[in-house]
């Protein structure tokens, strides 16, 4: 090996060794900064057929916590879900009705049940006849309305997916 061959390998190892006492003081600088996460530059020996030919090094490196990755991972992924969950049951939460309104499905159920009962001790009371007729056809409408939010929430979370699968494919 010439001298040009080994002071080239130094000068290699040199640069190396330089780089990595760089990343170092960046390293030590941002320790406490938040957000910060230990870099590196790995490093590998360079041959060139004869023999060695100094050192390579590569792109620094960021030294990441695999169960922090894992943990802000599942994190992300719940927060996703409870968004998709929440956005699925907006319109059957819509089509139940509100509790302020009474046009719930259980306030739809009750006026039924009590216009049963009243008809139950007057039967011939053609006034209650017609308010049973019209809570029946109250709680049939809130009960197709409350059907078709959950057909379309159902499409478009199936929808949701084949996009999904289709862009993962």
């Known amino acids: 090996m010439g001298l040009d061959a080994a002071l080239g390998i130094a000068q290699s190892g040199l640069a190396a060794i ?28 360079m ?27 599942r994190s992300t992924s719940d927060l996703a879900a409870a968004r998709l969950r929440e ?8 089509a139940h009705g509100t509790t302020d309104a009474g ?9 039924l049940l009590n216009g049963f009962t009243n008809l139950a001790a007057n039967p011939a009371d053609a006034g209650q006849q017609q308010a049973t007729l019209q809570a029946a056809g109250v709680l049939a409408r809130r009960l197709n309305e409350v ?11 199936q929808d949701g997916i084949v996009a999904d699968v289709t862009a993962a494919n």
Request: with cysteine; glycine share 10%; hydrophobic share 40%.
């Open 18 to 45: 330089q780089r990595n006492l760089d990343l170092t003081a960046q390293n030590i600088s941002n320790a406490r900064t938040p957000g910060h996460t230990r870099k590196s530059v790995p490093e590998r020996a």
């Open 47 to 73: 041959l060139d057929g004869v023999g060695p030919a100094g050192v390579c090094t590569g792109d620094a490196q960021r030294a990441v916590d695999l169960a922090l990755q894992a943990k802000l991972e």
């Open 87 to 94: 956005q699925a049951l907006q319109g059957i939460e819509a």
């Open 103 to 111: 046009t719930t499905l259980a306030d739809g159920v009750t006026a």
């Open 147 to 157: 059907s078709t939010a959950i057909g379309t929430a159902r499409q478009a979370a």
